[in-house]
């Protein structure tokens, strides 16, 4: 019978046979499915695998470092970090239309990959970590009537970069992602991680993307993370997370009045995104996360929860 070690055993011959003696670049972005990608790469060719990780300035409190850290610690692989934060920001900056963002994000996303890609020549082929649902998504989502969103993680290669793609988890789905996750040895913090989108933060602030919201959005979205996981919910749900509307509304504090952003808190579950509802969280958790960002973060003084199934709303907000 089929089986998630034989899964892993027989593509990672695969990949041997497949690369050879030529090299791999991936992208490596801190989520479950490109660190199984390059781990499992890794086991096949070792050092001709080279990772690339941009660093967007779109990315939670520690998201992405923490990944880097520990795949340093663990594995003897190629690893660059790119800091290109500046660069994404500047881009951004008086930018208020999803679609408009996701492309500025996605073709400065290439951007910046394919000139450390240039500087790895022998490279003949590019790993993504492509699951099955972001190929149907993609397919559907890019018909020519129907762009609901562009997932700038699924083709979008220039041209000209002549990279070969390698897909070695284009026929999963999520939950079989985490079952080889675990069968080559990979921790829980890893594993179990929410899907996060490729433009990040950038599309969880309604509106313009500034350096002070993306403060005041990863201080909010870490309580609402932290409270998940203190809770045991972390893991029972697909997607948890903080959304800033930087719309002012009126509070109180102490003496005095305050006239303050608002943040949704969004927490759905899923299968594999193309559908979803919103947790039927308890309320007593909710409190919690509202009592403490209000009081925590300064720039928030209200906190909704999305009570929105998919369809008719998505996941995100934008
Ligand atoms: P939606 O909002 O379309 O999200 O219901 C479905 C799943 O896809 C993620 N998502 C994205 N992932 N680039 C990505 O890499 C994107 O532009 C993007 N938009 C949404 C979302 O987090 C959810 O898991």
Redesign the pocket.
Known sequence: GWTMASFVETELAALKKQVGDDEVVCALSGGVDSTVVAVMLHKAIGKKLHCIFVDNGLLRLGEGEEVAAYLREHFDLNLYYIKASKLFLDRLAGVTDPEKK?KII?TTFIEVFEAEAAKLPKAKYLAQGTLYP?VI?SESFRGPSAV???????GGLPEHMKLQLIEPLRELFKDEVRKVAAEIGLPDFIIWR??????GLA?RIIGEVTEERLEILRRTDKIVQGELAASGWYRKV??GFAVLLPLKTVGVMGDGRTYENVAAIRVVD?LD??T?DWTRLPSELLASMSNRIINEVKGVNRVVFDVSS?PP?????E
């Open positions: 996701r996605g972001d998504e609901i969103k562009s997932h700038h993680n699924v929410h899907p996060f989108p490729g433009p599309i697909w997607q899923s995104a193309m979803a998919k709303s998505t996941i995100e907000w």
